[in-house]
């Protein structure tokens, strides 16, 4: 009896073992950034074991980063979907580069809880609309307004609006970022003032 309970342990402990060995880590996250990506996440309980990879690419057109479902992902169920943040090693202020880590630390957590809100608004969405949600983005601005806006909403409402707030105003208040920038992000995304005023209202829905 001795000898089964033992092989039975063995066997667990085994299963065990090969569990861990298998099973993938939730997030992949570059070590450089790992402490600004950790405090967007807590803002973000919903999405703890939904795989998310950010990455570091060397450009990224019109943008710093970039929410994107992995396309394995994509016509599996909701809770067996990936992700991948993409995340421009540079950007360019009047010409020179910069590199995107050397940004002030809540500006960096902003942007990163901006595309976590992009995550959201996925998850919300079925495999074959997030197919249509591509075309349509690639070619109405109509759409993507409604999508960054979408994005930044899920990160105010979760309580990131000072970080949020703060990348915009170094976006826009920065004199010599590229001027076609600031104007994507004026044209697509909340206002610092429309941020203030979300804010505002869901103190007033809690209040009352
Ligand atoms: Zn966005």
Same mark, same amino acid.
């Given at each position: 009896?001795?000898?089964?309970?033992?092989?039975?342990?063995?066997?667990?402990?085994?299963?065990?073992?090969?569990?861990?060995?298998?099973?993938?880590?939730?997030?992949?996250?570059?070590?450089?950034?790992?402490? @600004?990506? =950790?405090?967007? %996440? @807590?803002?973000?309980? @919903?999405?703890?074991?939904?795989?998310? =990879?950010? /990455?570091?690419?060397?450009?990224?057109?019109?943008?710093?980063?970039?929410?994107?479902?992995?396309?394995?992902? %994509?016509?599996?169920?909701?809770?067996?979907?990936?992700?991948?943040?993409?995340?421009?090693?540079?950007?360019?202020?009047?010409? @020179?580069?910069?590199?995107?880590?050397?940004?002030?630390?809540?500006? %960096?957590?902003?942007?990163?809880?901006?595309? %976590?809100?992009?995550?959201?608004?996925?998850?919300?969405?079925?495999?074959?609309?997030?197919?249509?949600?591509?075309?349509?983005? +690639?070619?109405? /601005? =109509?759409?993507?307004?409604? +999508?960054?806006? +979408?994005?930044?909403?899920?990160?105010?409402?979760?309580?990131?609006?000072?970080?949020?707030?703060?990348? /915009?105003?170094?976006?826009?208040?920065? +004199?010599?970022?590229?001027?076609?920038?600031?104007?994507?992000?004026?044209?697509?995304?909340?206002?610092?003032?429309?941020?203030?005023?979300?804010?505002?209202?869901?103190? =007033?829905?809690?209040?009352?």
């Amino acid at each position: 009896m001795k000898k089964i309970i033992k092989r039975i342990a063995i066997l667990v402990l085994f299963l065990i073992i090969i569990d861990i060995i298998l099973s993938k880590p939730k997030k992949v996250i570059p070590k450089n950034i790992k402490s @600004e990506v =950790e405090v967007a %996440l @807590e803002h973000f309980p @919903e999405l703890k074991n939904i795989p998310i =990879e950010f /990455k570091f690419k060397k450009n990224i057109e019109k943008s710093v980063m970039q929410a994107q479902p992995t396309f394995k992902g %994509l016509f599996k169920s909701k809770e067996n979907r990936s992700y991948r943040i993409l995340i421009s090693e540079k950007f360019k202020i009047t010409g @020179e580069e910069y590199s995107t880590t050397s940004v002030p630390k809540d500006v %960096l957590i902003g942007w990163i809880g901006h595309e %976590l809100g992009h995550v959201m608004d996925y998850q919300n969405r079925s495999g074959l609309n997030l197919v249509a949600f591509g075309f349509r983005y +690639a070619f109405l /601005k =109509e759409y993507v307004k409604k +999508a960054e806006r +979408a994005a930044d909403s899920f990160a105010v409402l979760r309580g990131m609006a000072d970080y949020i707030i703060k990348t /915009k105003r170094f976006i826009l208040d920065h +004199a010599d970022i590229d001027p076609l920038y600031k104007e994507r992000i004026k044209e697509y995304y909340l206002s610092p003032d429309e941020i203030m005023e979300m804010v505002k209202e869901k103190k =007033e829905m809690a209040q009352n």
